[in-house]
């Protein structure tokens, strides 16, 4: 499998998951071209800014961009434990976009995931899924074939 | 002015600023009505959860509901100081719907606003504003006073 993967983490909101994240990103890999690693860089800056090119876009440029990505993904992967508006931001879009849409979330971290998150899955096209870590390969496999078998009927 | 007004603040991801958006929803009710009033119900439950309907419904209802109320709406307000997915997800639905949107963000909290939310800012019908809350009776002035001027120039 070779698809075009948008992973969205929390960013500015809290980085405390940013070593998970990296670990998603780097399972990801095995599917495919994740467009959004830069949301795994590790830094070690406390506003969460994560790699030199993120800083030198304006907020505006980053949002052109990701949405230009949002547009060119064959699917969107979003670890949602951690509460963001930009992942919040970025699952709003590509619903309306009708891309497959995988939330990963962590029970065990004591939060309540957003009702609009939650409400969003349908079996289907949108998991919204609870994980542990060791449960993510898996996961993943799951849902990339559910992927690649969506692409293989709409070309029919 | 009589608008429908779609307001929302974090309900799940922590209600520290409930008070506020209690506030905010009250001077909002000088420009119509607040089709979400349940965001500012204050609460004691631990979880959030604000009101007794919300506890009723499923997350898939509840995101039905909000889905046929952000189509009414005729403008959106969001406090977007506490990061939210729910909060990031209505944005980004509202941006595709092009409704007005008003970001309501307080520096003064130490927080860093999303890339994504910020972005967005167009200084036409989509504005990110940095508030205290001394400035907010001006602030939705000049928002409703904004809509209104469009929906006249739509009419013609
Ligand atoms: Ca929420």
């Not at 075009?4 to 095995?30: H, T, V």
């Not at 800014?49 to 949002?70: A, F, G, Q, V």
């Not at 849409?101 to 009702?115: D, E, T, V």
């Amino acid at each position: 499998m070779k698809f075009e993967i948008y992973f969205c983490g929390s960013i500015r909101a809290g980085r405390q998951d940013a070593e998970i994240y990296r670990r998603i990103i780097s399972k990801l890999k095995k599917y495919g071209t994740v467009l959004t690693e830069f949301v795994g860089t590790n830094d070690d800056s406390k506003e969460g800014e994560s790699h030199t090119k993120e800083r030198e876009l304006s907020d505006s440029e980053i949002h052109e961009r990701d949405i230009r990505l949002l547009e060119q993904c064959e699917a969107l992967v979003a670890e949602v434990t951690q509460p963001s508006l930009g992942v919040g931001y970025e699952v709003g879009r590509a619903v309306v976009l009708k891309k497959p849409i995988l939330c990963l979330f962590r029970p065990s971290c004591g939060k309540i995931l957003s009702a609009l998150i939650r409400g969003i899955h349908n079996e289907e096209d949108i998991i919204i899924k609870d994980y542990k870590e060791s449960d993510l390969d898996d996961t993943l496999q799951e849902f990339f074939e559910k992927v690649q078998k969506m692409q293989e009927k709409n070309k029919k």
